[in-house]
């Protein structure tokens, strides 16, 4: 009987093996297709400019934009209004490669205001593309002529003391002060006239600085970016984006032309950290204010800094 048995489930076995198909394969999750497109990436979304009524010189300003994806990126830039212009409005990007376009503006012949434009950049194809350039050029009055009725109307206004203790940093060269607070200990740091470092609570370091710069024209953007670069906390990374500027403002006194930038300094490697700058220009050279700190901090330090730079002010060297 068990012979019978056991013939039997041979045969079953030996019918199986024959006439069963082989388990269906496990299912394997589809890849996600690579990138290959061009990415637009645009250093900064404004551009701003002042002027004074009666000023006729063109100003070069420049837009840095690049190909952050893969492939060739085919790029076109227009404009709307007649008093800006460039001499490229095409071309072509390859992967990791930037361009500096070079945007002419004019303001002769125009009258106190403020005039815009969208300066629009495509990449044929590219993510994030389009992108607008906000262009903003500010006309002042004429000042009042010296020795007139409405000069000797106009009176600086005095800047009040800062709500902290404070020591006090004095240029002799170029006559003017600048107030900090006491738990900024004045320290040399490079790329900086003048240089304090606070710690605080905690050991992630910030400090304050003095620069004063010549050399860079008339272009408040580029004086600015350069400075950002030198001091920034972070190492590697891309170039310190801006945040928020101002050029149409002016120092406490009310009469001093002034601007005020705020970067952000990204990392993939160190520290990510926001860099404040508020300066003037005389002459030739800025003289500029600027606060650095990590990210994760600078937020908290960014009123603080605003309050130390509206204590810059020029004086009497009597």
Known sequence: MLSVVAVTILALVTVCTAACSAPAPVPVAPQEPAVTSPKLGVNSLTLDLRFVEGDSKTVTKNI??????????????????????MTEADGALEKGYSKNLEIFVAPAGKAPGTYTDNITIEGAGARNSPQTVLLTMVITPAPPAAGSDEAAAIAKKPVPLP??????????NYNFRLRYPKDYKPQQLADSTFAAVNSGAT???NSIRINIVSGLGVDYNAATLEWAKAIRMAGGGSSPKVVSSD??????????????????AKSSTKQSSQVYIYG??????????????????AADRLQVWKEIAHTL??????
Not at 248 to 261: K, R
């Open 163 to 172: 709500p902290w203790d404070y020591n006090e940093y004095y240029d002799t």
């Open 313 to 318: 002010e020029f004086v009497d060297k009597n």
């Open 203 to 205: 050991a992630q370091v």
């Open 247 to 264: 050029n149409a403002t002016t120092l406490l006194d009310g009469l001093t032309p002034a601007f005020e930038f705020l970067y952000d």
């Open 64 to 85: 840095t934009f690049m190909n952050e994806g893969e492939g060739v990126m085919v790029w076109a830039v227009r404009k709307t209004v007649p008093w800006i212009w």
């Open 280 to 297: 003037v220009k005389k002459g030739s050279r800025y003289i500029m204010f600027g606060g650095v700190a990590p990210s994760s901090i």
